[in-house]
C-alpha cells in the first residue's frame, strides 16, 4: 500500500506542478497518467469520476484527484478506509505546487508583472492552456461516453444530440449549467 501511496503522491504532484490552466486543462494529463500509463483504473470508471467530479461543488482537478486516490486503492484491493488515505494523499498531491509556486512568486509577480519577460511568458502559457483544454475535451469524447454507431445507433444519436443542447444552451443562450445538467440527465433517463 505504501508504494502505490508513494506512486500516486508523485504523479499527482508532476499533474499539479505542470496543470497549468486549472482543473479542465489536468483531465488529459490524469487520464494519461491514471488509465494509460499506470492502468489504476478502466477509461469508463475514470469517464465516471470526470462527471461525478463536475457535478460536485469544488475545483474540478481537486475533486477528480480525490476520487482517482480512492478509486485506484479500492481498485488494488485495499479496504475502504485506504482508499480515504489514498484521496487524501493524491487532493495533498495536486495541491502542494501550487501552494509552492504562489508562496514564491507571489511576492515577486506583482513586483514585476509589467515587465515584458513576465507579459510574454503568460502570452506564451496562453495556447497552451488553450491545447490542454481541448486535449480534455477530446479525452472526453469516448465510446464510453457517447456510445458508439455500431454498438447503439440510437444512444449514439441521443448522446451526440444531448451534446449539441448543452453545448448551444450554454454557448449562445447563456441558460444555467445546473439546468443544462438537470434536463440532460432527464432526458438520459427517458430516452435511453
Not at 492502468?39 to 460536485?56: E, K, L, N, P, Y
Not at 502542494?96 to 502559457?125: A, C, D, T
Amino acid at each position: 500500500m505504501i508504494a502505490l501511496l508513494i506512486q500516486l503522491f508523485l504523479t499527482f504532484f508532476v499533474i499539479g506542478l505542470f496543470g497549468f490552466g486549472g482543473g479542465y486543462a489536468m483531465i488529459s494529463l490524469i487520464q494519461q497518467k491514471v488509465v494509460t500509463a499506470h492502468a489504476w483504473m478502466s477509461m469508463g470508471q475514470f469517464t465516471d469520476i470526470v462527471a461525478i467530479s463536475q457535478m460536485t461543488p469544488g475545483p474540478i482537478g481537486i475533486n477528480s484527484a480525490t476520487y482517482v486516490g480512492y478509486t485506484s486503492l479500492t481498485n488494488a484491493g485495499f479496504a475502504p478506509w485506504a482508499g480515504v488515505i489514498g484521496s487524501a494523499t493524491a487532493t495533498f498531491a495536486v495541491v502542494l505546487p501550487s501552494f509552492i509556486l504562489m508562496l514564491l512568486i507571489s511576492r515577486f509577480l506583482m513586483k514585476y508583472k509589467s515587465h515584458p519577460v513576465i507579459e510574454n511568458v503568460f502570452r506564451g502559457l496562453r495556447p497552451a492552456v488553450v491545447g490542454l483544454l481541448l486535449a480534455a475535451s477530446l479525452c472526453l469524447m469516448t465510446s464510453e461516453n457517447f456510445g458508439s454507431p455500431r454498438e447503439s445507433l440510437w444512444q449514439f444519436l441521443i448522446s451526440i444530440a444531448l451534446f449539441l443542447f448543452a453545448f448551444f444552451a450554454q454557448r449562445v443562450y447563456k441558460m444555467n449549467p445546473i439546468l443544462i445538467i438537470v434536463l440532460c440527465a432527464i432526458a438520459g433517463i427517458i430516452l435511453l
